[in-house]
């Protein structure tokens, strides 16, 4: 069964320095991975999707993420981060043969201090 | 455009009362998604939709939730009798078909059942 873990639940960085949110995922098959990100009182917003066309996918916002099968992560980084970037975000992977199902991590709260 | 529209926005009302919530998808968009978000659950897939055909409601917790898309443009998700444990921000989503599509969400009904 396909599965994602997010290492950290919190995440505290100054405006201006890199930002890494770890993902691992469980996957038989080839995953289809996406990460979203929650701003308060808001929906999901998409950040960025994986389908196996590239390793290094780029984002809105800045943000990439490298996927590595070796590793089975998939982690989301960004070169430095701005105030705005304070949020939820969720590292997420279909369900192979599951129609469009998503599994949802437990996600990463994003904190940016001055 | 206009993206995935959800109402109300906030709903506060009584334990035993009937619940309906609203969604109008994405245009042209042949998935759609309901899901629950709660601190202790976080988010939690309940049905889906196919044009307009329930795929997959296991994740419906009881029989007082119900949900119903007459046609492409419109769900309800429906609670009754409603309980306090019911309250959470309760997202829509859609997505087009094919492989790999994201997801597009709503910005949430936040329900409170006092």
């Known amino acids: 069964a396909q599965s994602v873990t997010q290492l950290d639940s919190h995440v505290s960085v100054s405006e201006g320095t890199p930002v890494l949110l770890r993902c691992n995922y469980s996957?038989?098959?080839?995953?289809?991975l996406f990460w979203y990100v929650q701003h308060p009182n808001k929906g999901l917003q998409l950040l960025l999707k994986y389908t196996s066309a590239a390793t290094l996918v780029k984002g809105i916002n800045g943000f990439e993420a490298e996927f590595k099968k070796s590793e089975t992560s998939f982690h989301l980084t960004k070169p430095s981060a701005h105030m705005s970037d304070a949020a939820e975000y969720f590292c997420?992977?279909?369900?192979?043969?599951?129609?469009?199902?998503?599994?949802f991590g437990t996600g990463t709260q994003l904190k940016v201090e001055l | 455009d206009a993206g995935v529209i959800q109402s109300p926005r906030h709903e506060v009302t009584e334990m035993g009362q009937e619940v309906t919530l609203r969604c109008k998808p994405i245009s042209g968009h042949d998935y759609l998604f309901w899901y629950r978000q709660t601190m202790m659950r976080g988010l939690e897939l309940l049905i889906y939709?196919?044009?307009?055909?329930?795929?997959?409601d296991s994740g419906m917790p009881e029989d007082r939730f119900s949900a119903k898309m007459p046609n492409a443009s419109f769900s309800t998700l429906k609670i009754q009798p409603s309980e306090p444990r019911d309250s959470a921000v309760y997202f829509c989503?859609?997505?087009?078909?094919?492989?790999?599509?994201?997801?597009?969400f709503g910005d949430g009904t936040r329900l409170s059942i006092l």
């Open positions: 996957s038989s098959y080839s995953p289809s």
């Open positions: 939709f196919n044009n307009n055909v329930p795929i997959d």
């Open positions: 989503a859609s997505s087009p078909q094919g492989g790999n599509q994201p997801q597009h």
């Open positions: 997420v992977v279909r369900l192979t043969g599951g129609g469009n199902k998503l599994t």
